[in-house]
């Protein structure tokens, strides 16, 4: 089913990341920003998949919502846990934007949707924010993308991060997957969201306009583990682990700015839940129901050579209580030294720059990035990709990916030399 055509004429070319950065002036807080009235006319017809935290506990739906207004039209939501989908969707539909929910109905798979879809509700683009191991592949029933070209070809996605999980072995199938969009000129925009705030921008925008060359970037990752309480993010052999689920967003993040990894130099260390130094007081699950070659390690650290033969480290730990996160990134280049500091709740960037000892520091107030991805992505859809950049492209997400699970692998292989 092609998806409804565009009023007025669409550009047909496929938006390659021109700058691969966004002026930081662009990215507008949401309540700076009126709901747009472009492209598509009076609706805007979405398919979500998973109807889970990231969809409804306040982001990718509501962020969708304040950028189309009344034009989002949430034409099916495919979950197969049909009840509870049933029960965020009635929220939804008590709440005062039932417009956008009055036609919406609820599929098992995208299979039922394409069976009973009338030509009305081809979407302008599919939400997809369930779990990753059922997509980001080429196997039947991990093929959640392929599928959605197949059905919806012209359509355009977003996905969350990471592309998908699944044994080593799967890492290139995720890289057959974003060839398919590639050479179907499919627009896809991948959950990296940390890449729009304007803090990164920020940073980038400087190192553009000075035409530095990065030489190192140092990323910690500490977690509040208390707050953690989805069973399966416990468990490796679902989430595969804290490194793939979680600190694939400052993995990804080193890439945006050392540039290729080369996987080959990567190596890691781990402190894992059976060591001394591992215990941990307020896990807010049974983590004895987990089974203990699956159980979790408290601390990953890796670091790496980039292509270019800058170097990279990342410190992910599993240690701190309450809910509040503390993440850092620091990026170094001749003369310049850039520290990234709390970016999910305060996003602060301290610069060190040429001719002062002191660092300047920058503050984002009410910045969301989860806004700025999703708005970017509608103007891409509607207006062309002269209009605004997708930052986190499919291809280059499974680039995120695959380090991701070289820094696990690493990880375990020196735990073996080691560890009994
Ligand atoms: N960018 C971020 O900061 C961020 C934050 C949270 C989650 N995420 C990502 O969002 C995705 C979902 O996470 P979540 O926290 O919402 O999970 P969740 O467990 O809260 O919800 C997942 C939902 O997907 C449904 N589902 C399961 N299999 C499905 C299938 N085959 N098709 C359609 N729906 C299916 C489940 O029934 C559930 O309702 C993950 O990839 C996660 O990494 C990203």
Excluded at 202 to 231: H, W
């Amino acid at each position: 089913m092609p998806p409804r055509s565009r009023p007025s004429s669409r550009p047909t070319s496929r938006p390659t990341s021109r700058r691969g950065s966004i002026d930081p002036d662009l990215l507008v807080p949401m309540d700076k920003t009126a709901p747009t009235t472009g492209g598509y006319g009076d609706h805007f017809n979405v398919v979500f998949v998973g109807a889970g935290n990231i969809m409804f506990g306040g982001n990718l739906l509501f962020k969708t919502k304040s950028k189309l207004g009344p034009r989002l039209k949430v034409v099916a939501l495919i979950d197969p846990a049909v009840d509870r989908a049933a029960v965020v969707l009635q929220k939804k539909r008590d709440s005062f934007v039932v417009s956008a929910y009055a036609k919406t109905r609820i599929f098992k798979t995208l299979k039922d949707f394409v069976d009973a879809a009338s030509p009305e509700d081809a979407p302008q683009a599919v939400i997809v924010g369930c779990p990753p191991n059922f997509r980001g592949t080429t196997k039947p029933g991990r093929d959640l993308e392929l599928q959605i070209l197949t059905h919806f070809p012209g359509v355009c996605i977003f996905v969350e991060k990471p592309v998908a999980t699944g044994d080593k072995a799967d890492v290139q199938d995720a890289f057959a997957v974003a060839k398919a969009i590639e050479t179907s000129d499919t627009i896809c925009s991948v959950g990296y969201m940390l890449r729009y705030l304007r803090a990164v921008q920020e940073m980038k925008r400087i190192i553009q306009d000075n035409q530095l060359t990065v030489m190192a970037t140092i990323a910690r990752y500490g977690c509040a583990y208390e707050s953690i309480f989805k069973p399966d993010w416990w468990d490796k052999s679902k989430s595969f682990g804290p490194i793939i689920e979680q600190g694939t967003h400052f993995c990804d993040l080193s890439r945006y700015f050392g540039g290729e990894v080369d996987i080959s130099t990567v190596v890691a260390h781990s402190l894992e839940w059976n060591e001394n130094a591992g215990h941990l007081s307020k896990i807010p699950i049974d983590e004895t129901k987990i089974l203990p070659q699956n159980r979790i390690p408290r601390v990953t650290s890796a670091t790496w050579k980039y292509e270019n033969g800058a170097v990279g480290s990342l410190v992910h730990v599993v240690a701190l209580q309450g809910k509040n996160y503390s993440c850092e990134l620091e990026v170094y280049a001749d003369g310049y030294m850039f520290k990234l500091v709390n970016p999910y709740v305060q996003p602060t960037l301290y610069v060190r720059a040429p001719g002062d000892d002191y660092e300047q520091v920058h503050r984002f107030e009410n910045d969301d990035p989860f806004f700025s991805e999703i708005s970017n992505l509608i103007d891409v859809i509607e207006d062309g990709p002269e209009s605004a950049e997708i930052l986190s492209t499919f291809e280059d997400a499974c680039k995120t990916y695959e380090f991701t699970w070289a820094i696990r692998e690493a990880s375990e292989k020196s735990r073996k030399k080691t560890t009994k």
